[in-house]
């Protein structure tokens, strides 16, 4: 069987414009969470999250790109410039596909056209509406940017999205049936009616995001992007292209339970598939990127099933859900969070759970707090839990 | 007059060719527009002067759609459309 790795990684997200910026910020353990700047703010009781700032699409896209392209879609091809120049000459092949993740896609091309129909009585919306909104359309424009034409395709597990992405294109490299894609997701709901819709739930935070932590109330939302180059290991190490880890295993599963309340039974067999899938042993370990979104039922239920699959060793892995410190990114949060991975499999450093308060005694795990922890680690998990009781894990080796 | 320079104010956003270089007869298959240009271009006059313009991309052609052809025919089109009652 064919070995994976990636070799370029790129990213626009609240913690930095580029894996080096994101990679500082998550070193530090800053948290971008603050106060939103966004229209129409005295109407929402959430006013917190998680926005990308300094973003400057000019500098980077032609006006056409701009024109056609949601801030999602804008955001996906900023980083897979960033991916595709890291992975250097010769990476990428005609027949390399893309495979991305996103939940909402061009939420606010949709609410520009909705406000200005139902709410400004206007005659018509922008031409480009429908190419805008559609969920595909940061997969359609990463493929025509980079003239790729193999399996492409999006997503939509809400915030599974970006790690059902990563696994499919994984395993599509794995088998053979292309020697490199790009795989990642993009998000960008922080408008007035994408944070509307999460209000209704109940399950937004307005004091920060603290995952594990006794006083948790919430999460935070926020928006972004992170496509990777994956690609057959021999084909990597003949061109001479550095390796940033090694994707090893892919374990997705269904809850078939409940529409928003996890099973930690769903979590666990997927934790579980992926490291089988992997040719891991518990043991192997060191770190798991936790989905850890900061509500109470997701994190025990995560925290439950971390214990399940590990038993006894559980308490020796390293955890840490860097949602508190770049939000949650929906339908980008594996693709993100994945960064994270790759400095604590590249460079020994796991970036800290931000704003930790009191332990909770349910989740009595390793959870890093605080500041960053140096540690060796040769394998990792990176949970992703949607909504729906889809789930997706990704296990990754140092290179 | 303030429509034909408005409207090749917008044809020249959209193309990118010199509003100077445009007169009343300039051909707009000339301007170098492609079919998202030209739906956009529609787009912004319509903002602009407050009309529907009647087009269908799947009937660019129809005798009966607005003359797109040139700078007049875009100018006169819209002259009609504004001095129309707003019912149609």
């Known amino acids: 069987m064919r070995r994976v790795v990636i070799t370029g990684a790129g990213t626009v997200n609240p913690l930095g414009l580029s894996v080096n910026q994101t990679f500082a910020a998550l070193r530090a353990g800053n948290t971008a969470i603050g106060a939103l700047d966004i229209p129409d703010l005295e109407r929402l009781s959430v006013r917190i999250g998680a926005q990308v700032r300094g973003f400057d699409p000019e500098t980077r896209l032609s006006p056409r790109q701009i024109s056609l392209c949601d801030r999602f879609a804008q955001f996906a091809l900023v980083a897979a410039q960033e991916a595709v120049a890291q992975a250097g000459e010769g990476a990428l092949a005609p027949g390399a596909g893309v ?43 990463l493929s025509m940017a980079f003239e790729l034409r193999g399996p492409s395709f999006t997503v939509s597990t809400a915030c599974a999205a970006s790690n059902h992405a990563i696994g499919l294109a994984f395993h599509m490299v794995r088998s053979g049936a292309v020697p490199v894609m790009l795989a990642g997701g993009s998000e960008a709901m922080l408008s007035f009616g994408g944070i509307k819709a999460w209000e209704g739930l109940r399950v937004l935070s307005s004091t920060g995001c603290r995952p594990f932590c006794a006083t948790r109330d919430g999460l935070v939302m926020g928006e972004g992007a992170g496509v990777f180059v994956l690609e057959e290991r021999d084909r990597a190490l003949a061109r001479g292209a550095r390796v940033l880890a090694e994707v090893v295993g892919f374990g ?66 390293a955890i840490s859900s860097t949602k508190s410190l770049h939000g949650h990114l929906i339908g980008a949060a594996g693709a993100v969070e994945l960064i994270a991975v790759l400095l604590a499999l590249g460079e020994g450093v796991i970036a800290p759970t931000a704003g930790h308060r009191t332990d909770d005694p349910e989740c009595a795990l390793d959870i890093v707090t605080h500041q960053a922890r140096a540690a060796s680690v040769g394998a990792a998990l990176s949970n992703a839990f949607a909504f729906g009781g889809l789930n997706a894990v990704l296990a990754l080796k140092a290179a | 007059m303030m429509t034909k320079a408005e409207v090749i104010a917008i044809l020249s956003a959209q193309s990118g060719v010199p509003a100077a270089s445009m007169t009343a007869e300039t051909l707009i298959s000339d301007l170098g527009l492609d079919s998202l240009g030209l739906v956009e271009t529609i787009f912004a006059l319509e903002e602009r002067f407050g009309v529907t313009i009647p087009f269908n991309a799947n009937t660019p052609q129809d005798d009966s759609a607005f003359d797109l052809s040139t700078v007049a025919g875009i100018v006169s089109g819209i002259e009609t459309l504004i001095a129309r009652p707003a019912a149609a």
């Open chain 1, 252 to 317: 997705m599963t269904a809850d078939a339970g409940d529409i928003v309340v996890p099973d930690p039974a769903g979590a666990e067999a997927a934790m579980q598939a992926a490291l089988d899938d992997g040719g891991l042993n518990g043991s192997d370990i060191g770190y798991i990127n936790a989905h850890g979104t900061g509500t109470m039922v997701n994190d025990r239920s995560e925290c439950s099933a971390i214990r399940k699959v590990f038993g006894s060793g559980a308490e020796r892995i």
């Open chain 1, 99 to 141: 495979v991305l993740g996103t939940a909402g896609g061009g939420v606010a091309s949709s609410e520009a056209a909705y406000r200005a129909v139902f709410a400004d009585g206007s005659a018509r919306v922008h031409p480009f509406t429908v190419p805008r909104l559609m969920a595909n359309a940061a997969t359609s424009h």
